[in-house]
């Protein structure tokens, strides 16, 4: 149990000790007040323990937001400090070192411990009220701020995300946050909303595969139900401070999943009434994993990047302080929330290949308008790319042995093409071979040439930092190459089952490419370089479904026996260590405080 330390004799009548109680903290009082410190030693090393002036006047969810969050080594509000496990060295020499002075014993203690380089929390409390009153007078008037403000109202306000698209916040929002209380009280944890929200979706596309009116109406509300699941595991995380490594890794690895499936799902579904959309799904797929891999890559770029100033950004900040504008670029760009609403709309009401047409028109908008503003934004941007943000670059770029090769080989040569040339140089070889697969016959050795031209290329254009000003383009021009390949491939093949394998085989290998983007927003890199060579970099794989077209694409089905083998044996190689990984991470339990495209 969590051990809470007051610094001295409890006020009379105060609810302090309740109130830390009701929060899980064993409350523990010194007889004198240099017995702090001993009574802090005597806490078993693997438990949290905070330190509060006794004389503290607040609310509830004040102490909740400082004493609990899981997320941060220390943390503090006036006349309360908190320290987990890997802070407990640095507190205890905190409070032996700690000056005398006016304010509060944990006060002085945060203080000391930020001059000692140790970071510490201080939670946004808003209207919520924390303080140490300094006389009789002040606490009577700390005691009518604490009751003019109602905890809970903000607890639950508090629970939504600072950004959301415009269905979320004003659709589901409003109502999904109670559902949240209801869950927190209910003991339920945000990892179990979070598998019910993926059960959920699963069923929604289970019901698309019957190919049946009444299976579209049923999925599309249940894939609604899903959302607003979606979006209450979130809430609940931040209305009870139940942070975890691996419900952040559940929460956005289920989200790609749950598309995913439903887009299987549909196709399924109108395979069964005659009408094979497996290429506009597998299309859909590839399009919306090319749009989040532009945003990470050019978020990857700048978020560190020093002079970091454009005409560009700032005409999109003065767009951001009006009203209506910030709704409507909201909405355009097609965030989870709309995509999902119109998904279940057009299923319950349309076909699988209108929903699909829908959703490729709307999301090629939002790339061309989201990559077309970066694009911009890099051109006209001041700004010094960091050693950290081409290191992301590069693992976002997922180089297999054959690229590493070339990279190696071309370090040792002179006049290597400058910066600015890594994006010209992989869109170069990306479009050379996407050509090929397209135009030329299906298996021509051409087009395997053409794969060779564009391993090597890759090679190149990663020889040298991704330190450009384009250069966040060099991971998702990968991804378009790599999967477009596959579609086109599959989609010209004309063998039985090639699109529906060749789906899988994608959905494999850009799970592997969420998880290298998962990984580094948690701050403990890439995957290793063993799981990337065993997994074929996008290089390797490419070539090697190519090479399975020229050998195997006119022997009956053997093309899609190989491309499902391949599809195994990446989900195998990939899922196997990512679970490995997240269930044992040390990595920071981070949720996403914007709305996901």
Known sequence: MSIAILTGPPVPGSPLEG???SLGFDVRTPSEAQDTAALLAAVPAGERVAVVDPRFVGH?????????????????????LTAKPEARASLAWALTAVPEGAESLPDRIAGALEADGTAVHRPELGSLVGTVPADDAARVDAQAAVAAVDDE?????????????????????????????WCARRGFTPNQVTTASLLTA????????????????????????????????????????????????LDATFDRAKEYAYYAGLAIGATRGGDDVWALALGAMVLQTCRHVVDFSFNEANHDATANTSPTAALSDRLDSVGWTVWVRRMIVLPIGERWAMIAVLTAATTPRITFYALLIGCAFAACYTTAGRVLRSLTRRAQRTDRAARALADLADSGPIAELVARAMGRLKGLPPYGSRALIAA?????????AWFLPFGSLWTVAAAAFYAVGSGVAVALPLKGALDWLVPPVFRAAEYGTVLILAAKSGVDG????????????????????????????????????????????????????????????????????????VALVVLGESIRFWVSSGAPAVHDEGEPA
């Open 153 to 181: 109202a903000v607890r639950l306000r508090s629970a939504v995300k600072a950004r959301d698209g415009f269905f979320t916040t004003f659709c589901i929002s409003p109502y999904s946050r109670y559902i949240a209380r």
């Open 498 to 569: 090639a699109l529906p394998a060749a789906f899988g085989l994608v959905a494999a290998v850009a799970y592997h490419h969420y998880d290298t983007v998962y990984r580094i927003r948690g701050g403990t890199g890439a995957p290793p370089r063993w799981l990337v060579r065993t997994a074929g970099g996008h290089e390797g794989r490419t070539l090697v479904v190519v090479a399975l077209a020229a050998v195997l694409g006119t022997r009956n089905t053997d093309f899609t026996v190989a491309l499902a083998v391949l599809a195994v044996a």
């Open 19 to 21: 109130d830390l109680r």
């Open 202 to 249: 699963l069923i929604a596309a289970g019901c698309a595969a019957t190919g049946t009116r009444g299976g579209f109406i049923a999925a599309g509300a249940l894939l609604i139900f899903s959302f607003v699941l979606d979006c209450t595991d979130g809430q609940l995380a931040r209305y009870s401070l139940q942070y975890s490594t691996l419900g952040a890794w």
């Open 428 to 436: 170069e070889g990306a479009v050379l071979l996407t050509a090929a």
């Open 60 to 80: 509830v969810h004040t102490l909740r937001l400082a004493l609990t969050d899981p997320r941060f080594a220390a943390a503090s509000v006036p006349g309360a």
